[in-house]
């Protein structure tokens, strides 16, 4: 029982400061709380800018696969023709190998549009996730400082002397 009442009388006599403590720990909490999310929203910003710079690679590189192909076709087109003694250089062998470079251009365009959909997605996102970062940061701040002038407002309570009033009826 003793333990209990010199823990209760430490507790009175230092209140003011366990107060301001616990309003110190707590502000650099939420500060550091603020700071580790806006880093992890940043870091997840240059993963998405990456993201979408590397979709666009694939995406190049599929227009180019579909551009090569129509060069093995057209290439397979002259060979026949040529070897079936027609001249491959007109008539239906040349409109078969214009429809097919037509076609394999349609496509690369389409791989072209969406390699740079691709960048733009992944810019939008990186700069949404940093504002996002810098709002948490904020936020973080914010938190800090209510915790701050809570804590010192609990200081002033507990160092202010209240007078007891009475109320006669």
Do not use: C, H
Not at 42 to 52: D, E, K, P, T
Request: aromatic share 6%.
């Amino acid at each position: 029982m003793e333990a209990v009442a010199v823990a209760s009388a430490f507790a009175t006599k230092y209140a003011g400061a366990i107060a301001l403590t616990g309003a110190g720990i707590s502000a650099f909490t939420a500060y550091q709380s603020g700071q580790m999310q806006a880093i992890g929203m940043r870091l997840q910003a240059s993963q998405a800018q990456l993201q979408g710079r590397q979709n666009a690679l694939n995406y190049s590189r599929q227009g180019l696969q579909v551009l090569r192909r129509q060069e093995q076709l057209a290439a397979a087109v002259r060979a026949r023709a040529a070897s079936g003694g027609i001249d491959p250089f007109s008539g239906s062998a040349l409109t078969i190998q214009q429809m097919d470079l037509m076609r394999a251009q349609e496509e690369a365009e389409i791989a072209r549009e969406n390699a740079q959909m691709s960048i733009y997605g992944g810019l939008a996102q990186s700069q949404s996730l940093q504002a996002a970062a810098t709002g948490a940061e904020f936020i973080g701040t914010i938190g800090a400082i209510g915790s701050g002038v809570r804590g010192i407002a609990a200081y002033g309570d507990i160092r202010t002397p209240r007078t007891q009033t009475s109320s006669v009826e």
